[in-house]
């Protein structure tokens, strides 16, 4: 027997469609009926512990523009004003520009304004929405201003994340959904579109879910739905449009409006918009996606009896840092996998983590050596060295980086290698670029300056694997000097 998850979906559906009624658009003033998928989102979100509490405290949905995502948070929005029963609710809606912004906070007001029902209950402004009779109110942020109000919310929309692109817009984001943290299941609701800099602060949540999505990290309060095309997609293919775009298999979202736009805009704006799919500057980009995804075995496992050679990029602060690790099989096809860490606290990265992984490969792997660059990983080398592990010292100087990177395009190209597709390690080997140099090609950070720590370590470790037998089968455990 089936047990479905308690959730307060249902309350918040029969909330929507018996006081909501349709913002400025074609269905203007008309009452609102969800689709199924749109249920579906609502009742998930809304799930409950085993305490009876709300199960997810923050939330990151992602949708092509089109399929009215900002509508539905904003009934979300007057559901946690008026329907949730909290205690005094405080619901802050913001977006990164005035314009923004208002879309969502403008949409609830319109809907009050427009509800027989939810006009008798509010008293609506500007930039607030107060609840007669009774404490609370709903009102509209800027991030551009710099400034979040002080007070305790129950509720924060934040809208179209992926525009919070500096500095200034995310320590807004920060005060608001830390304000929310401290209340009694308070809920941080982030809505977007794709964007292009996996760095941002929505690159970072999108990238959560997917590692949430994987099974690689709990994550139990942070709640991740995304409707996107993937790499594997062919952005001009009508099919995958109708697969991502819901409101076109609902038929209030006609797909002629999206042949105008393919039309209209560059392919990855396109692709950024109406496929919400996050996308890379594929122009500079070092190798096709589709010699990558030719190299893909989901299936794929490495064997503890062969030898394994490990290439590692190490940064201080900022950056990601990534453990590549390869064998070859009996026909010398390398399987490659991945480890990948991205900055913690204050941005520092945790040495004995990335340290005690490079040893749980020792007890698992014939490891063969470790190679590394000694720019940031020496004290590290030496204790893992101390620890027996056989560490090759790897700078990444023009005359070493430019045939590595030539033997992996090589490799790639001709399929030599296998990946179990991890989309981290995808994205960071598709968003190296080539930076041409004196002495040939190498591998740098393109113009989206996304984090390529494992495309590099992969290189690292190619070259190594592929480097000729030395005349000493098991040479001594020590720092090998390139």
């Known amino acids: 027997m089936i047990t479905l998850p308690e959730t307060h979906g249902s309350r918040v559906v029969k909330f929507i469609e018996k006081f909501c009624v349709h ?64 205690t005094s609710p405080l619901v802050a809606v913001a977006a990164a520009s005035f314009e923004q912004a208002n879309l969502c906070f403008g949409n609830m007001r319109t809907i009050c304004e427009q509800s027989p029902f939810l006009r008798e209950m509010v008293e609506t402004y500007e930039n607030e929405i107060q609840v007669k009779n009774g404490s609370g109110r709903a009102f ?55 964007g292009h800099d996996l760095d941002s602060m929505a690159g970072r949540l999108y990238q959560r879910g997917l590692l949430k999505e994987a099974g690689k990290q709990k994550d139990d309060e942070f709640y991740f739905k995304w409707i996107g095309a993937t790499d594997k997609d062919n952005p001009k293919d009508e099919k995958v449009w109708q697969k991502v775009n819901p409101a076109i298999q609902n038929d209030w979202w006609p797909i002629e409006n999206l042949r105008r736009r393919m039309k209209a805009l560059p392919i990855n704006e396109f692709q950024r918009y109406h496929l919400n799919q996050w996308t890379r500057t594929d122009q500079e980009s070092w190798i096709e996606i589709e010699q990558w995804l030719a190299c893909e075995d989901t299936e794929m496992k490495l064997s503890p009896e062969r030898p394994l050679f490990v290439g590692i990029d190490m940064a201080l602060r900022h950056d990601s840092v990534a453990v590549v690790y390869g064998q070859k099989d009996e026909n010398d096809i390398i399987y490659t996998q991945a480890k990948i860490w991205l900055p913690k606290d204050e941005n520092f990265m945790d040495y004995q983590e990335i340290e005690a992984f ?113 005349l000493d089968d098991e040479p001594e455990v020590a720092i090998i000097n390139l």
């Open 358 to 470: 490079v040893v749980g490969l020792m007890t698992k792997y014939r490891v063969k050596e470790v190679a590394y660059d000694p720019a940031f990983f020496e004290r590290s080398a030496q204790v893992l060295l101390d620890r027996g592990v056989p560490m090759v010292n790897f700078p990444q100087t023009h005359s070493r980086m430019i045939p590595a990177c030539g033997n992996a395009y090589d490799l790639i190209s001709n399929a030599r290698i296998r990946h179990n597709g991890d989309p981290t390690f995808t994205d960071q080997v598709m968003s190296a670029a080539q930076r041409v140099t004196d002495m040939g090609w190498r591998l740098s950070k393109g113009r989206s300056k996304r984090k390529i720590d494992s495309c590099i370590a992969m290189v690292i470790m190619l070259d190594r694997i592929t480097a000729p037998d030395p």
């Open 23 to 86: 913002g400025e658009g074609d269905f203007y003033g008309e009452p609102v009926r969800l689709d199924d998928w749109q249920k579906a989102i609502l009742y998930e979100l809304y799930e409950l512990n085993d305490k009876g509490q709300r199960k997810y405290r923050e939330a990151l949905i992602g949708t092509p523009k089109g399929n009215g995502k900002t509508a539905i948070v904003s009934m979300v929005g007057l559901y946690e004003l008026l329907g949730s029963g909290v």
């Open 140 to 194: 509209r942020v800027a991030a551009k201003a710099g400034t979040a109000d002080g007070g305790r919310n129950s509720c924060f929309i934040a809208d179209e994340i992926h525009e919070w692109n500096n500095i200034n817009l995310e320590r807004v984001h920060y005060v608001l959904a830390n304000n929310t943290a401290k209340r009694k299941d308070g809920l941080v609701l982030n809505i977007t579109t794709a």
